[in-house]
């Protein structure tokens, strides 16, 4: 496949150039000059004659006046380009003359490297990540190796928020969960994003960056931040997108059947999250309750999450805030195995504010896909678009409840409580308190063995 020789060529030549990936301002500077040449061939190689000019000329002379006179002449279709350009200019005069020119030299044939010609924006973002991930593993005894196991999100969840939200106008997006960006990154290949805003904890903000440019963004504001921190780093109301994926949390009830009344529960300084509904063990609904806050009014916000939040009793008060303010609009079921071998079916929470209608839309996504060895690929996208645009209902895969019939279901936000004529009342409580039983007396046999091995331990 012609994405990972190209992920090979950029990876073995750092060294070659004479940089080292373990120096971080090196390989960030590496990394901008492989987003540079990336971008080139997406953009059907527009930027020839200026990388041209940065591979000869610059090479030999080592300085940057005729290329700075020529950036400011080109008419880029992306702002963005144009601010990765001085980027990676700011970054090479960070090397000695020598250095400098040694790299562009050793790099010059990146102009005509073969594997990358004809690439899409999507073909590039992978071949961006992935030297990202080799480079990084410094301690990996051969970055180089064809068993190097990626770690990747896929892009479906991008993808389909795209498709969920269908706008096709100049908007800003906003992720405040975006570990490697993914979903952000993914969902700007298929629409026109003016800024694109992400929060993480980790420090990866730079290749973020990279990859929404990359990725056609025009402007991009990424923090290394916390999205729950105390005091918002945003401002309300700044995204017409707000999307995430979220890690799932457990869904078992065990302990957590009912709430508590000295549970503790989650709360900021500013007060975007609402008081008493959001336990501290479980902060899903902390963030959905945050790209709320982050949302204008006709805005969407889509979330990848777990089974856990959709129906969790000590929940029910964050799920009735969302009900009572006519703030879901629906809820889609997708398969397991989408992320790893161990993932469980994900859900897409569709939320939007504004909305006239009081009705949910429930989805059943979960038979599209394709088995893809040992994990599974989102399949027939569109399928699931049409499911959710679908009036009223399709026979086993769609249904629209009112916000009032899922009120009097105990607020369960599950599309199998309603497209399988699931009704909860009586059936549901006595689940539940078969559900606490059998955990009880799972808890009991394990105190009796836990006795019975001691006594034979001692014995």
Do not use: W
Request: hydrophobic share 40%.
């Amino acid at each position: 496949m012609n994405i990972e020789k190209a992920v090979i060529e950029f990876t073995s030549n750092i060294n070659h150039a004479g940089l080292n990936e373990q120096i971080v301002d090196e390989r960030l500077l590496y990394l901008c000059l492989i987003a540079v040449v990336l971008i080139n061939k997406v953009e059907a190689n527009a930027h020839h004659e200026l990388l041209k000019m940065l591979f000869t000329q610059t090479a030999k002379t080592g300085e940057f006046e005729d290329l700075l006179n020529n950036l400011e002449k080109i008419k880029f279709t992306k702002r963005s380009y144009y601010r990765l350009y001085l980027e990676l200019i700011e970054r090479l005069k960070e090397l000695d003359t020598k250095k400098r020119k040694y790299l562009l030299n050793q790099s010059s044939h990146y102009l005509t490297l073969d594997v990358i010609e004809g690439i899409s924006r999507t073909d590039a973002v992978v071949i961006y990540n992935h030297t990202v991930q080799r480079l990084q593993q410094m301690n990996v005894q051969d970055k180089l190796s064809d068993h190097f196991i990626y770690q990747d999100i896929p892009p479906c969840f991008g993808e389909l928020a795209s498709k969920l939200v269908n706008n096709g106008k100049k908007h800003k997006i906003y992720d405040p969960y975006a570990l490697t960006g993914e979903v952000s990154i993914y969902y700007s290949i298929n629409r026109n994003v003016e800024l694109a805003t992400t929060e993480t904890l980790v420090q990866s903000s730079p290749y973020i960056i990279h990859m929404l440019y990359i990725a056609g963004v025009e402007n991009t504001d990424c923090k290394n931040s916390f999205g729950l921190a105390q005091q918002a780093n945003i401002e309300p109301a700044m995204a017409d997108v707000a999307l995430t994926l979220l890690d799932p949390t457990s869904s078992k009830e065990d302990e957590y059947l009912q709430k508590l009344d000295n549970e503790p529960m989650f709360s900021v300084a500013d007060g975007r999250i609402i008081g008493d509904t959001v336990p501290a063990k479980f902060k899903d609904h902390a963030f959905i309750q945050h790209l709320l806050y982050s949302i204008k009014e006709g805005g969407t916000a889509i979330i990848f999450l777990g089974k856990g939040p959709l129906h969790r009793e000590i929940e029910k008060c964050a799920r009735a805030y969302l009900l009572e303010n006519n703030l879901v609009d629906a809820v889609i079921e997708l398969p397991a195995k989408l992320i790893n071998p161990r993932t469980v079916s994900l859900y897409a929470l569709v939320l939007k504010k504004g909305r006239i209608s009081r009705n949910v839309k429930f989805v059943d996504g979960s038979h599209c896909y394709e088995a893809t060895g040992r994990v599974n690929q989102l399949a027939n996208i569109d399928e699931i678009y049409s499911l959710y645009t679908s009036e009223p209902s399709v026979a086993g895969k769609a249904i629209s409840k009112t916000a009032d019939e899922i009120i009097s279901n105990d607020y369960l936000l599950i599309p199998a409580s309603y497209l399988s004529g699931y009704e909860a009342t009586e059936n549901a409580l006595n689940l539940g308190e078969i559900r606490k039983e059998l955990i009880e007396r799972a808890i009991e046999n394990d105190v009796k063995l836990n006795h019975i091995f001691a006594e034979l331990a001692n014995n």
